[in-house]
Nanobody, 121 residues
Framework: QVQLVESGGGLVQAGGSLRLSCAAS????????MGWFRQAPGKEREFVAR????????DYSDSVKGRFTISRDNAQNTQYLQMNSLIPVDTAVYYC??????????????WGQGTQVTVSS
């Protein structure tokens, strides 16, 4: 059974930092992209960042580029999202996901349960 479990969310003041973790289990993720998405109240889920499991190639949304850093530890089957210079609009539930490249881009087949990040002004 595949499981993605996020941790590290919480309440932080604007300008602060948080580090999210996502522990993956239940299969080999060597050919998977790992990603982070977020969903704010009343809004659709949006892409935040992704990293390839092999080679560590990264990509970020424009809204977080330069402030967030995605990384992974293959030996621990864990990925991380270091979030710096947080601002109130970063407030959302953050989801970890795992997917593979298909004919129409990356399809994320596995999702975590989400962790709440709240940034106060």
């Amino acid at each position: 059974q595949v499981q993605l479990v996020e941790s590290g969310g919480g309440l932080v003041q604007a300008g602060g930092s948080l580090r999210l973790s996502c522990a993956a289990s239940g299969r080999t993720f060597s050919s998977y992209f790992m990603g982070w998405f977020r969903q704010a109240p009343g809004k659709e889920r949006e892409f935040v960042a992704r990293i390839s499991w092999i080679g560590g190639v990264t990509d970020y949304s424009d809204s977080v580029k330069g402030r967030f850093t995605i990384s992974r530890d293959n030996a621990q089957n864990t990925q991380y999202l270091q979030m710096n210079s947080l601002i109130p609009v970063d407030t959302a539930v953050y989801y970890c996901a795992a997917g593979r490249v298909g004919a129409q881009g990356i399809k994320y087949a596995y999702w975590g349960q989400g962790t709440q990040v709240t940034v106060s002004s």
